[in-house]
């Protein structure tokens, strides 16, 4: 398997008794995950994000939430070089996702940008939670898989985040996974 960033995080919450040593699930991820973040390791590491709650949680005690003062959740950024041994061609994004009020306008983004030219928008498309979830106040899986274009390149930089869109009632977002798919 391949050593995510977070992966030793992880194994040192599973001992430290956040969730349980024996739980494989947390140990060892499928080989096709890019990332995984369940929010529960990133509490104190700097910069500090003001989108980290213990308001909600699908897992234990952490999720992240965006409202009329929060614009983006905790965001993921990494090289298509490093997330990737060959051209990545599609994306599986995965996440839970509460939502407290109809009509919200909020996205979970997947973006590839140039960091040498960021006015280059190379790929950009979004799951959108208030088409997708019906259900308020209730924990509901969100999936979409992402057909990456031709031109990407390892250099350019994939993106994940939560973005509030207009949406002034909280949306908490946790569990999320990023996964190379067929
Ligand atoms: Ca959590």
């Not at 990407?152 to 930089?157: F, N, Q, S, V």
Request: glycine share 6%.
């Amino acid at each position: 398997m391949r050593l995510l960033p977070f992966y030793s995080l992880l194994t040192a919450a599973a001992c430290a008794g956040l969730v349980s040593c024996s739980d494989s699930k947390t140990d060892v991820l499928p080989e096709n995950v890019i990332a995984h973040n369940d929010l529960e390791s990133v509490e104190g590491w700097a910069p500090a994000n003001p989108a980290l709650t213990t308001a909600k949680a699908h897992s234990g005690r952490y999720s992240m939430r965006v409202d009329n003062d929060i614009e983006y959740g905790v965001g993921y950024g990494a090289l298509l070089a490093k997330v990737s041994p060959t051209r990545l061609k599609k994306l599986e994004l995965s996440a839970w996702v509460l939502l407290t009020g109809k009509e919200t306008e909020a996205k979970l983004v997947i973006e590839v940008k140039n960091p040498a030219d960021d006015s280059q928008k190379v790929f950009w498309e979004a799951i959108a939670l208030g088409d997708e979830v019906k259900a308020l106040n209730k924990w509901t899986e969100v999936k979409k898989t992402f057909t990456m274009p031709e031109n990407i390149a390892p250099t350019h930089e994939l993106r994940f985040y939560l973005w509030r869109g207009g949406s002034s009632q909280p949306v908490f977002v946790d569990d999320i996974t990023l996964a190379r798919a067929e």
